[in-house]
DNA sequence: ATTGAACGATACCGATCGGTAACATATTTA
DNA sequence: TAAATATGTTACCGATCGGTATCGTTCAAT
């Protein structure tokens, strides 16, 4: 059988060189070489450059969400306070922190999205599927904490949160996870009930 | 001199097919056939690839914007109704109108930000600087509308805004400008000096 | 009517694309 | 020790990449 350590050093590097040259602009030869690897090694671990593709996607989508829910647990204790703490979170993601070492360059999953806008392509639902689970840990805080619509506030988190992704990379604000912080603050302590 | 009637025609479709497919996936021989037009003909009008990119970006941006404004203003009348009605137009966008006849695939120039994801670019540049006319243009509104704070307002709606446009895009919800709508409606009204 | 420029079409360039075949070398397992 | 397997290297496949050269044709300005 194929050993797990070139298939895991093929998925990390694809991923690095994904991310910050983009799919389609990385091809298959050099993602071999950088992993110190044949490229008949590759073939025999994936069937093809999407299925590498959608590796890398669910490895990033592991360890994104672990990283990000390791740190809101440290910023914050409260559902409430998580809430608001994501911004914080994603403010220390744009200035360089976030798993792995590379410099932050947006959304991975966007950026997939992006490369593969038809809706209906596994690498586009990869994405989707992606942000459906974040959505729904929001969801969950938002119910913990009270919230009076908890599936709306979660939303519009949402919104928030990808807006100030965006809005970092593309523009190169880099405290728009600060701006977003502020509107979170005050959606979180109004959908609370009063006390 | 070259004919102007050729070149928008290939910047035009150029346009068509980056944004649906993506710029590295869309050759010049490709645009060149489509558009009806000699590959040197192309390269008569344009220097390399990436000129032609920048030729579409910059199109993209007049075109957006004159519809964007255009909308806006036929959305509503005074500066604090068009900051919320921002998010109608950006809701009718995401459902189908917008320019061209394009089915919704998100920014193009968030697209374009990912795919050219250096922002030493100067793709990315091109994008960011679309993203600065127009957060310049929400400065404008807020200040005529006396929001407290303006600029911060403005920052705070274009990270909605984008939030929205990534949402739809994405994770496929084509409500998400209705979500924003409400948030922007409680950050515009709490900006304005009581009455 | 003649010149000259812009045109579409085609063939071509070296390089790279995703993917495959063959092979010799380790490394393992029996 | 012998058979089996996973490996990295190399060469190769047809197709396409961005970009150039050359052609004969169209068409407008003089």
Redesign the interface.
């Known amino acids: 059988m194929p050993s797990t350590a070139a298939r895991d050093r093929l998925v990390q590097t694809a991923l690095e060189l994904f991310?910050?040259?983009?799919f389609?602009?990385v091809g298959v030869d050099r993602i071999a070489s950088e992993a110190g690897v044949g490229k008949m090694t590759l073939y025999r671990h994936f069937r093809s450059k999407e299925d590498l593709i959608l590796a890398a996607l669910r490895r990033r989508d592991e360890v994104f969400r672990a990283w990000f829910t390791r740190a809101l647990d440290a910023a914050a204790t409260t559902p409430s306070g998580k809430l608001v703490a994501v911004f914080d979170v994603v403010d220390a993601w744009i200035k360089g922190a976030g798993p792995g070492n590379q410099r932050f360059?947006?959304c991975a999953?966007?950026?997939a999205?992006?490369?593969?806008?038809d809706?209906d392509d596994p690498i586009?639902a990869a994405?989707?599927a992606h942000?459906?689970i974040q959505?729904r840990q929001l969801i969950q805080l938002a119910r913990e904490a009270g919230a009076t619509a908890p599936e709306?506030l979660a939303?519009?988190l949402?919104?928030?949160?990808?807006?100030?992704i965006?809005?970092a990379?593309?523009?190169?604000?880099v405290d728009?996870a600060l701006?977003?912080r502020?509107?979170a603050e005050?959606?979180v302590g109004?959908a609370l009930p009063h006390q």
């Open positions: 991310y910050v040259d983009g389609h602009a360059r947006g999953f966007v950026k999205s992006a490369e593969y806008g809706p586009h994405a989707a942000k459906a959505l709306q939303r519009q949402a919104i928030l949160r990808e807006g100030a965006a809005e990379h593309v523009a190169g604000n728009a701006d977003a502020r509107v005050g959606l109004a």
